[in-house]
T-cell receptor, first 114, second 114 residues
Framework: AQTVTQSQPEMSVQEAETVTLSCTYDTSENNYYLFWYKQPPSRQMILVIRQEAYKQQNATENRFSVNFQKAAKSFSLKISDSQLGDTAMYFCAFPAGNNRKLIWGLGTSLAVNP | GAGVSQSPRYKVAKRGQDVALRCDPI?????LFWYQQALGQGPEFLTY????????KSGLPSDRFFAERPEGSVSTLKIQRTQQEDSAVYLC????????????FGQGTRLTVV
């Protein structure tokens, strides 16, 4: 079965510091994508970053980067220079069902403190 | 429109009542997804459309749930004889291509069954 595990229900970080959110997954696929989405209180899911599994280089989007360890099936998100606007739920997800759906973790609630 | 629009944003239904939730995807987006998100959980897949074709409805929890996208644009999720366990946020997303491309989400409809 394809599963996604986020083991940190809640995390907090001081403004301007760095925080890492963890995600592990299980799949028998060889080529796939991995996603981190952010869900602020407005409820609208927003894509933060995407990683292609066949690429060895870790994806980076401004202050957001991933540490992708394919053999360990680990996909962590690092947020540098945390800002108050980063406060949100963060979900790890990957495609399943012949790429017809995303499988999601339970999420990590991140609070950035001033 | 500029983004995915869902209506209504909030719906309170009495147990046993039928409800219809609307999703206006981004114009030209081929793929449309419905997810159910219970409080404190990650989204759970309900169904997937490619244009007007419903290619996957494996996530619909019972035959009380029905979705359609008759002209390949607007989609409606209908829940008949609502039950308390149907209380959740219903998220709609659309994307240009497959699930491996960025999915754009609406703000969801929060359904409360009393």
């Amino acid at each position: 079965a394809q599963t996604v595990t986020q083991s940190q229900p809640e995390m907090s970080v001081q403004e301007a510091e760095t925080v890492t959110l963890s995600c592990t997954y299980d799949t028998s696929e060889n080529n796939y994508y991995l996603f981190w989405y952010k869900q602020p209180p407005s409820r609208q899911m927003i894509l933060v970053i995407r990683q292609e599994a066949y690429k060895q280089q870790n994806a980076t989007e401004n202050r957001f980067s991933v540490n992708f360890q394919k053999a360990a099936k680990s996909f962590s998100l690092k947020i540098s220079d945390s800002q108050l606007g980063d406060t949100a739920m963060y979900f790890c997800a990957f495609p399943a069902g012949n790429n017809r759906k995303l499988i999601w973790g339970l999420g990590t609630s991140l609070a950035v403190n001033p | 429109g500029a983004g995915v629009s869902q209506s209504p944003r909030y719906k309170v239904a009495k147990r046993g009542q039928d409800v219809a939730l609307r999703c206006d995807p981004i114009s030209g987006h081929v793929s449309l997804f419905w997810y159910q998100q219970a409080l404190g959980q990650g989204p759970e897949f309900l169904t997937y459309f490619q244009n007007e074709a419903q290619l996957d409805k494996s996530g619909l929890p019972s035959d009380r749930f029905f979705a359609e996208r008759p002209e390949g644009s607007v989609s409606t999720l209908k829940i008949q004889r609502t039950q308390q366990e149907d209380s959740a946020v219903y998220l709609c997303a659309s994307s240009v291509g497959t699930v491996n491309t960025e999915a754009f989400f609406g703000q969801g409809t929060r359904l409360t069954v009393v």
